[in-house]
């Protein structure tokens, strides 16, 4: 992936995008959580999905912004398809596109036509901004190719500063509609609990291949604890992260901030 030099003469998308570039993958600033926090969320996204596709594959990257995810799996082999509402965004992609097969599909993925296209698909940090996540999941679902599989990231609502509903807990999601699909953290609607991701993963017809819940408040610099980020080596970072990660299941809902699920439509015998 090209690294790109901002301009002054940029329109306000591509200057936002570049903002999050700084923390995603130039690291200006290494020692921020949110950068802690998006390398490892990347870093355990990108291994599931070559667990489950091999080079060639076909994957979707949905509501893929400034296409960080798009282009490293390009880079991997993959031929990927990006999709933003943003469609003023494809030649920022394409500045930093090095090599590798992406194809541009800008729109609202609730109407996009594709049917059982994909080996994968990727919402990355998307259900949570949309008013039905039922709905969503089931037309992603329709967009795979038999035995195909679904990586889905999102902020775990079981962490205990989250603040936001259950959607199981909300009479009227309709209500929502016209704050959906806005970018970053301002657009989160619900966030979602374990159980949740498995009954809307069964309603789709999916079935839960392999959970993981990452990211402490340390790496993500939560309750002040940035301040740390900047004093710790990052093998200390790392080591803390790992121990988290092995803690029994009812600690980690608590303490994690994020939820990565494996959804594949046939049930695993593994």
Not at 258 to 266: D, G, H, K, N, R
């Amino acid at each position: 992936m090209k690294e790109i030099k901002y301009q002054e003469d940029w329109n306000d998308s591509w200057k936002h995008s570049y903002q999050y570039d700084l923390l995603e993958v130039y690291e200006s600033d290494n020692t921020c959580g949110y950068s802690y926090s998006y390398d490892n969320r990347r870093k355990h996204t990108l291994e599931l999905i070559q667990k489950v596709a091999k080079p060639g594959a076909k994957i979707l990257d949905v509501a893929a912004a400034q296409g960080n995810f798009t282009l490293s799996l390009a880079e991997l082999g993959y031929e990927v398809t990006w999709n933003d509402l943003r469609e003023e965004l494809i030649d920022y992609v394409k500045l930093k596109w090095e090599y590798g097969i992406v194809h541009y599909a800008p729109g609202n993925i609730f109407t996009l036509d594709f049917n059982a296209e994909f080996d994968v698909v990727l919402i990355a940090e998307v259900i949570e901004h949309v008013a039905h996540p039922d709905d969503f999941l089931r037309n992603i679902a329709q967009m795979l190719k038999p035995g195909g599989h679904i990586v889905l990231s999102t902020p775990n609502g079981g962490y205990f500063n989250n603040r936001l509903p259950r959607f199981s807990d909300c009479p009227d999601p309709s209500q929502y509609e016209a704050i959906q699909f806005k970018p970053n953290s301002d657009g989160h609607i619900f966030l979602l609990h374990l159980d949740e991701i498995e009954h809307l993963s069964h309603q789709a017809g999916l079935f839960i291949k392999e959970t993981l819940l990452i990211t402490n408040p340390l790496t993500n610099g939560h309750l002040k604890l940035h301040y740390l980020l900047k004093l710790l080596p990052k093998s200390w970072i790392q080591t803390c992260e790992k121990l988290t990660c092995s803690t029994p299941l009812a600690v980690k809902c608590k303490l994690q901030i994020t939820t990565i699920a494996l959804l594949t439509q046939s049930k695993s015998t593994n």
